[in-house]
């Protein structure tokens, strides 16, 4: 049998396991570490949430990989790339790949009656993932976009309706200058478009200058080919292992020469902007901090209760002293007791942690401004496994940090802790 544990066990379940000094500093112990673990909780799922969040539309509208002219990357403007069926093929068969598809881009001005905007024309087909589209969807709908014909239906997003005080249903021209790929220039060319729909994802950078239409408007527009295009979007089946099926592309797609003599080369989202994966990087060191921070709480607290409560114990432990019990036992004795503190401090920061994120799921009550954090409410993200590490951790260390304090008892005789009241 366990001597200390079962020691432990009777006294912290008896009434008398918190008497009237000690109880007071176990209550506060217990909701050092249950405030500790919450906040941990709290701020784990947000940055989770929040990274994942801008992560994810950041990838909606530019995929995980690109692959594009080797010239686009000094220009602002597209330049054409011919990307045959079997080069499609080849880059389906790489590990890790989801989906591949053709896109295509122009340049080009909306304008109404009472203003104008120049946006950017992207072309997409019908076998385009629009998962990312329908979910930001807010009015409207998605236009069926088509490979091979132009229907002049357009998809934009709300900062664009708002500028130009357009409504689904709306017709609006758009006025192209010549071929941008060559900087010729053949005159200016308008075409009428049919608002589909719009969107909102709260990205300034995309919202203010996007807007999706069929596949073939913007090789037209361009002058192109029938067989070029911007380039190819590549979505990955996990986004950990983007940088292998990077690796991939870079061996058995970049450097390969088209049939009108243009080089391919690849990019990752996170190459394409790097500003915004760099900032949400800098994130988990604000994380690192705060984790600190909430378990020197917990264990500072932890430290004045054991204190407090070996004092008040004093008459106790010398009376097991004087039984023949030896300091390490009795020291055991109190760290068993302190982790049945800190075990239901843990419980209680679990539930309310917890709590909070599943509200906040459900009610999204946490509203925050999307100017400035590209989200209207704090996403919050429960991940299990973290959150069961987090509990495994705040235990260990709170116990460890114990283990100094403890030693005070090798330093209480059994004669003078008779006389200790």
């Known amino acids: 049998m366990n001597l200390p544990l079962f020691i ?72 054409p790339i011919a990307i045959s069926d079997s080069m499609l093929k080849v880059m389906r068969q790489l590990p890790g790949v989801r989906q591949v598809e053709r896109y295509s881009t122009t340049q080009g001005i909306l304008k109404t009656d009472q203003d104008f905007l120049g946006v950017v024309f992207k072309g997409v087909g019908q076998h385009y993932d629009l998962t990312f589209l329908k979910d930001n969807l807010i009015d409207g709908e998605v236009p069926q976009f088509s490979d091979s014909t132009s229907s002049y239906q357009l998809l934009i997003s709300q900062m664009m309706a708002d500028k130009l005080c357009l409504q689904v249903g709306n017709r609006v021209f758009a006025y192209f200058l010549g071929d941008i790929s060559t900087g010729s220039d053949n005159g200016i060319r308008a075409r009428k478009f049919t608002i589909k729909g719009i969107y909102q994802t709260n990205m300034t950078q995309f919202d203010q200058t996007m807007c999706f ?44 020469v088209d049939s009108h003599g243009e080089v391919m080369t690849s990019q990752t989202i996170q190459e394409a902007y790097p500003h915004i994966f760099s900032w949400l990087e800098l994130l988990d060191i604000n994380v690192w901090i705060i984790l600190a921070l909430m378990v020197c709480v917990a264990g500072f607290t932890m430290i004045s209760g054991l204190l407090i409560i070996i004092l008040e114990r004093t008459q106790m432990i010398g009376i097991l002293k004087a039984l023949g019990m030896r300091n390490k036992t009795v020291r055991h004795t109190f760290l068993w007791f302190a982790t049945f503190i800190i075990g239901q401090g843990l419980l209680i920061g679990d539930i309310i942690g917890i709590g909070l994120v599943v509200l906040q799921q459900q009610t999204g009550f946490i509203h925050l401004d999307p100017a400035s954090y590209y989200v209207d409410t704090a996403p919050m993200e429960l991940n299990i496994p973290v959150v069961v590490l987090l509990n495994v951790v705040t235990l260990a260390i709170s116990v460890f940090v114990l283990i100094a304090p403890s030693f005070l008892i090798s330093h209480i005789h059994p004669a003078k802790s008779m006389h200790y009241e």
């Open 213 to 256: 239409t069929d596949y073939p408007t913007p090789v037209k527009l361009n002058g192109w080919e029938a067989d070029q295009s911007t380039g190819a979007e590549v979505l990955v089946d996990n986004f950990d292992d983007l940088e292998n099926v990077a690796i991939s592309f870079v061996h058995n797609v970049n450097r390969t």
């Open 8 to 79: 432990a066990r009777r006294i912290y379940g008896t009434d008398d396991g918190g008497r009237r000094v000690s109880k007071p500093a176990i209550r506060i112990a217990t909701l050092g570490v249950a405030i500790g673990l919450a906040v941990m909780i709290i701020t784990v799922s947000v940055v989770f949430g929040f990274k994942h969040t801008i992560r994810d539309k950041v990838v909606g509208f530019g995929s995980h990989i690109q692959v594009q002219n080797y010239l686009s990357q000094d220009r602002t403007a597209p330049l």
